[in-house]
């Protein structure tokens, strides 16, 4: 009998411990479970599934769509490149017409009250402050522009400046002859020119001479008409050699 019952004693399990130690194990214990705890929640803080949506990744052939083509996410485009525009069916692509922005209607809007023209300063006052084009005193846009190069009166370019000879020295030529600018200098009609160019131009009296050639290198038509209308030949003369290109 002592035998058996010897036999049937239960064998001390692993986990076991002495009975005096009890209260140490059941904190040891805690310890444990409040780490393996502790661990699974961050371990559980940075899966894909607790991440916001604008964090997660995108896969490269996703389109991303910015922050202003909102309206565009939901709306029908797949008829874009199926159906044939015509004048009845063409409209805008949505979210590309904005709606005015209503000053002056409260401050929750964002411009009211001053309608974002400040409280102060000549710019806040009713009606235009300034003229148009007007810099604060500086030399405004449009008076710099002429003086760039590239414009046909700035620098860089030549304009064509003529000595101007009036009909009227003309009048006093004997019919017949042939007139230039050094004929009429020789005779006194006319004086020095700064210019190496001549152009005739119509004077304050009738032309009275008749039947002469006058050379010059350029002629208004209201000069050409007075003098061929008297029976007279206009000879346009070359402006770097001066000699005679037409008749």
């Not at 986990?15 to 310890?31: D, G, K, Q």
């Not at 604060?136 to 000595?163: A, C, D, M, S, V």
């Not at 002469?212 to 002629?219: I, L, S």
Request: glycine letters at 10%; a positive charge.
């Amino acid at each position: 009998a002592p035998a058996a019952a010897a036999t049937l004693q239960p064998v001390p399990s692993l986990y076991s411990l002495p009975p005096s130690n009890n209260s140490s194990n059941t904190m040891v214990r805690a310890l444990l479970l409040a780490a393996l705890v502790a661990s699974a929640a961050a371990f559980s803080s940075f899966t894909p599934r607790n991440l916001p949506t604008h964090a997660t990744t995108r896969s490269s052939n996703q389109l991303c769509m910015k922050i202003y083509d909102w309206k565009r996410r939901t709306a029908d485009e797949s008829a874009i490149h199926e159906e044939e525009f015509t004048f009845d069916n063409l409209r805008s692509a949505p979210g590309s017409r904005k709606r005015k922005n209503r000053k002056g209607r409260g401050i929750a809007a964002g411009q009211g009250a001053t309608c974002g023209f400040g409280m102060r300063g000549q710019k806040s006052r009713s009606g235009r402050p300034t003229r148009p084009g007007f810099e604060g005193g500086q030399q405004p846009l449009y008076r710099r522009l002429p003086k760039f190069q590239g414009r046909p009166t700035g620098p860089g370019h030549n304009k064509e400046i003529f000595n101007l000879i009036k009909l009227d020295d003309i009048n006093g030529a004997a019919e017949g002859s042939t007139v230039s600018f050094d004929s009429l200098l020789e005779s006194g009609a006319t004086t020095k020119a700064k210019q190496s160019i001549h152009k005739v131009v119509v004077g304050r009296e009738d032309f009275a001479a008749k039947g002469v050639t006058v050379q010059a290198h350029a002629f208004t038509k209201g000069a050409r008409d007075a003098i061929e209308g008297a029976g007279g030949k206009c000879e346009l003369l070359s402006k770097t050699t001066n000699a005679v290109l037409e008749a």
